[in-house]
């Protein structure tokens, strides 16, 4: 089997990844907080080393401003139902996935925030035309890392810089991007930053979580134990604690630990194997005449979408998939993406590549598309 779909998670994780896995399940096997025995504090213990972890990898000083989730779904969901009041405005790019979109368009229909669509070019050619999306009630912008449907890198350090002349604080999606980028967010101006392990972070699916760059007091999205402060009849107001009720994750959040200390050590030899493997890629495609790729011009992380003139999007998958070769078909998650590229109501094809994939991978795709377009009118 062909995997190209590691956009959605990475298939396969590095060996050190499944060891701390199954050496959490089988000698510590307890949850942190819940239990003064000498196992309960040693699992706490490396609750709060994975903390760390992830601070030093997102460039923020305090471990206890990392707040662990199931996923960056859950993280933003958080973060925007905690910190957005009444009347606020929000900026957003028209790359965001769902899972930033709805929640703040739910809070729209709800009659509690307001929002604007940023258009595409203000953060390619004309970043300074931001100025004028600016209201006085603007009071976060809110930018993925790069688009989980085309690849474009879309959040940079400069539109963080253009809204904190105004004072407005910034929240970066990295669900997609993280691992093949390295945001920082003291140097890069991100206030709040929500991830997730099972990407290109190389974790494993059940864990993600929410960054800030100071101490976080908003409230808490679920209510529920939390391993200390028992006898109060809502979450204590103690910190990161207070935002983690319930047993969390710690098999995987243990081996997101190892995921984190793996990339930044293999991190040029892992770029740089996927960006022969891109330029393959994209060569290979743009020979194809039927095949019309989209916002190549754009600097990018691994993935790429495209359509078939003359077939849906559909049948591409399932011809695709019945040679053993995996790729991701329809919307993507990201309505706003698809509207941006024109492609909703068609939507496209995505091929999302990492180190693992080889040349040889590619060749079979390539060779399989060839068979799919022979005597295809290349004619919409």
Not at 17 to 41: C, H, M, Q, T
Not at 180 to 198: N, Q, R, S, V
């Amino acid at each position: 089997m062909i995997y190209f779909d590691n956009a959605a998670t990475s298939r396969t994780k590095p060996e050190c990844v499944y060891e701390a896995f199954l050496w959490y399940v089988k000698e510590i096997g307890v949850s942190p907080g819940r239990g003064s025995y000498d196992l309960g504090i040693t699992a706490s213990r490396m609750l709060y080393q994975c903390r760390k972890t992830v601070a030093d990898f997102f460039g923020i000083s305090d471990s206890s401003c990392v707040v662990f989730t199931k996923n960056s779904t859950e993280a933003i969901n958080l973060f925007l139902n905690g910190y957005l009041n009444k009347g606020d405005h929000v900026l957003l790019s028209p790359f965001e996935h769902n899972a930033v979109f709805r929640p703040l368009h739910a809070l729209k229909e709800k009659g509690r925030i307001t929002y604007t669509i940023l258009p595409e070019a203000v953060f390619y050619e004309k970043m300074e035309d931001i100025e004028a999306y600016i209201r006085p009630n603007t009071r976060l912008g809110v930018f993925t890392l790069a688009s989980n449907l085309t690849g474009q890198i879309v959040f940079s350090g400069r539109i963080a810089d253009c809204l904190k002349r105004h004072g407005i604080e910034v929240f970066v999606d990295a669900s997609q991007g993280a691992g093949k980028l390295f945001p920082d967010m003291a140097e890069d101006g991100i206030d709040y930053l929500a991830f997730t392990g099972h990407k290109d972070l190389l974790g494993l699916p059940g864990v993600g979580g929410l960054c800030s760059g100071r101490e976080l007091r908003i409230a808490p999205l679920i209510q529920g134990g939390t391993g200390i402060r028992g006898d109060s009849y809502t979450n204590p107001e103690i910190y990161p604690d207070a935002y983690e009720a319930g047993t969390l994750n710690m098999p995987a959040v243990w081996a997101l630990k190892s995921a984190l200390e793996y990339l930044p050590k293999h991190r040029e030899r892992m770029l740089e194997k996927e960006r022969q493997l891109m330029e393959e890629l994209t060569a290979s495609l743009k020979g194809i005449s039927q095949v019309e790729l989209y916002r190549m011009e754009r600097e990018r992380v691994s993935t790429l979408c495209f359509r078939v003139r003359g077939l849906r999007t559909d049948e591409v998958v399932r011809e695709l998939s019945r040679r053993d070769i995996c790729v991701r078909g329809g919307l993507h998650c990201a309505v706003l993406a698809h509207e941006t590229l024109g492609t909703k109501k068609t939507g496209a094809v995505r091929i999302s590549l990492n180190a693992r994939n080889t040349q040889e991978e590619i060749q079979h795709l390539i060779t399989a598309l060839k068979e799919m377009t022979a005597g295809v009118s290349d004619i919409l």
